[in-house]
């Protein structure tokens, strides 16, 4: 296929690149020995004369030839060391790019601690933002919104609404272009970014497993978490029922990005690190879009437990997901366009009424073509 002619393509053109280079390093090699076996050959002849004509000893002749290719060996490695100073240089200069690339969120100098215990309120006031790849499409703008402690919310919407854009505000990973957000009464840029994502959790879509086992995977939330804790929190998540059944439990490697667990297993690994954490605030991004309905079920049993009582922002494309939400917020453009509950925005015939009406019409169609194929499989 194509992608195979890409591949030895470029192969290829990396096998040219290091044949070139060893061409290149086997000749300099073969000049060095040449001009040392040269240099020592003509050293043998003169010196022959000089004991011939009884101008030096034999031993004269042979301590010089010896401390002569003792020289010559030292100079030919010159070429080796040159070339590993060419490839350090290389490097130094990378490491010193990287060092003096100033992040573009950074700690406070004078950081405001946040109240203890955390409470879990957050309030968006005329939040706008551009992303810096993007600077000409508003990815915000004007939006404002508070959610108190222990209230779940939900952002809903279409695809580039801006519901993604709100999660990584507030996980810092940009700064808003103008207007604020307070996480317990203080200002983001305020805090020191370490201390704000101690206090708050994340489930995405596609959580990230590292390649360690299950138990390290966990503790990831709090490192230094006893193992019942672990195991407490796994519990909680409805992950013990298949981590007891790896090879090793807790201690079987789960490979690079959980390549050994399914989509609903590495979801649930994610619950647990976030019900080992006891964050103040959830933050869930589509935790359940992409799974099967018996991993939705299980999943969607471990996020209330987690959810209960504790401030909660869902992003979920899935409407049925958001129906217990205390509020729904939709966002249309960057702007927040209706807010209130299920059946509010419903009755209210917006854009969350065309949303809901198009998803769950599709979901039904989709549940009688499965009934009807179970039929005719039947008889």
Same mark, same amino acid.
Do not use: C
């Given at each position: 296929?194509?992608?195979?002619? %890409?591949?030895?393509?470029?192969?290829?053109?990396?096998?040219?690149?290091?044949?070139?280079?060893?061409?290149? !390093?086997?000749?300099?090699?073969?000049?060095?020995?040449?001009?040392?076996?040269?240099?020592?050959?003509?050293?043998?002849?003169?010196?022959?004369?000089?004991?011939?004509? +009884?101008?030096?000893?034999?031993?004269?002749?042979?301590?010089? *030839?010896?401390?002569?290719?003792?020289?010559? +060996?030292?100079?030919?490695?010159?070429?080796?060391?040159?070339?590993?100073?060419?490839?350090?240089?290389?490097?130094?200069? %990378?490491?010193?790019?990287?060092?003096?690339?100033?992040?573009?969120?950074?700690?406070?100098?004078?950081?405001?601690?946040?109240?203890?215990?955390?409470?879990?309120?957050?309030?968006?006031?005329?939040?706008?933002? &551009?992303?810096?790849?993007?600077?000409?499409?508003?990815?915000?703008?004007?939006?404002?919104?508070?959610?108190?402690?222990?209230?779940?919310?939900?952002?809903?919407?279409?695809?580039?609404?801006?519901?993604?854009?709100?999660?990584?505000?507030?996980?810092?990973?940009?700064?808003?272009?103008?207007?604020?957000? /307070?996480?317990? +009464?203080?200002?983001?840029? &305020?805090?020191?970014?370490?201390? @704000? #994502?101690?206090?708050?959790?994340?489930?995405?879509?596609?959580?990230?497993?590292?390649? $360690?086992?299950?138990?390290?995977?966990? &503790?990831?939330?709090?490192?230094?978490?006893?193992?019942?804790?672990?195991?407490?929190?796994?519990?909680? $998540?409805?992950?013990?029922?298949?981590?007891?059944?790896?090879?090793?439990?807790?201690?079987?490697? /789960?490979?690079?990005? +959980?390549?050994?667990?399914?989509?609903?297993? #590495?979801? !649930?690994?994610?619950?647990?690190?976030?019900? @080992?954490?006891?964050?103040?605030?959830? @933050?869930?991004?589509?935790?359940?879009?992409? =799974?099967?309905?018996?991993?939705?079920?299980?999943?969607?049993?471990?996020?209330?437990?987690?959810?209960?009582?504790?401030?909660?922002?869902?992003?979920?494309? %899935? /409407?049925?997901? *958001?129906?217990?939400?205390?509020?729904?917020?939709?966002?249309?453009?960057?702007?927040?366009?209706?807010?209130?509950?299920?059946?509010? @925005?419903?009755?209210?015939?917006? =854009?969350?009424? &065309?949303?809901?009406?198009?998803?769950?019409?599709?979901?039904?169609?989709?549940?009688?073509?499965?009934?009807?194929?179970?039929?005719?499989?039947?008889?």
């Amino acid at each position: 296929g194509l992608d195979r002619v %890409r591949f030895a393509e470029r192969v290829e053109a990396a096998f040219a690149v290091a044949a070139k280079r060893t061409r290149a !390093r086997a000749l300099l090699t073969a000049a060095v020995i040449a001009l040392v076996f040269g240099a020592v050959s003509i050293v043998l002849w003169l010196g022959g004369h000089d004991v011939v004509s +009884g101008r030096i000893s034999p031993g004269e002749l042979s301590a010089f *030839v010896f401390y002569a290719i003792v020289v010559a +060996g030292s100079v030919g490695a010159l070429s080796e060391v040159a070339a590993d100073a060419q490839r350090a240089a290389g490097a130094m200069e %990378r490491l010193s790019e990287l060092k003096e690339t100033r992040p573009r969120i950074a700690a406070p100098e004078h950081p405001v601690p946040l109240p203890v215990p955390p409470r879990g309120a957050v309030e968006l006031a005329d939040l706008s933002f &551009r992303y810096p790849s993007r600077p000409d499409r508003p990815a915000l703008h004007g939006v404002s919104f508070r959610i108190a402690p222990g209230e779940r919310v939900a952002l809903v919407g279409p695809s580039g609404a801006g519901k993604t854009t709100v999660l990584q505000l507030l996980l810092r990973f940009y700064d808003p272009d103008a207007g604020r957000i /307070l996480f317990d +009464g203080v200002d983001l840029r &305020r805090v020191e970014p370490q201390q @704000l #994502r101690l206090r708050i959790g994340l489930v995405a879509q596609e959580p990230i497993i590292f390649a $360690a086992d299950v138990s390290e995977n966990i &503790r990831y939330g709090r490192p230094e978490a006893h193992d019942a804790e672990v195991r407490a929190a796994a519990e909680a $998540a409805h992950a013990t029922e298949f981590i007891d059944k790896l090879p090793q439990g807790f201690a079987t490697q /789960l490979g690079e990005r +959980g390549v050994r667990l399914s989509g609903g297993q #590495r979801q !649930r690994i994610a619950i647990a690190r976030a019900i @080992l954490r006891d964050p103040a605030l959830l @933050l869930l991004d589509e935790a359940t879009s992409a =799974l099967d309905a018996e991993s939705e079920r299980l999943v969607q049993a471990a996020l209330d437990r987690l959810m209960a009582g504790r401030t909660t922002l869902v992003i979920a494309h %899935r /409407l049925a997901t *958001v129906l217990k939400a205390d509020r729904i917020l939709v966002m249309d453009q960057g702007r927040i366009v209706e807010s209130g509950r299920h059946e509010e @925005l419903v009755r209210a015939g917006g =854009l969350y009424a &065309r949303l809901a009406a198009l998803q769950f019409d599709s979901e039904a169609r989709s549940q009688k073509t499965e009934v009807r194929y179970a039929a005719q499989s039947d008889v």
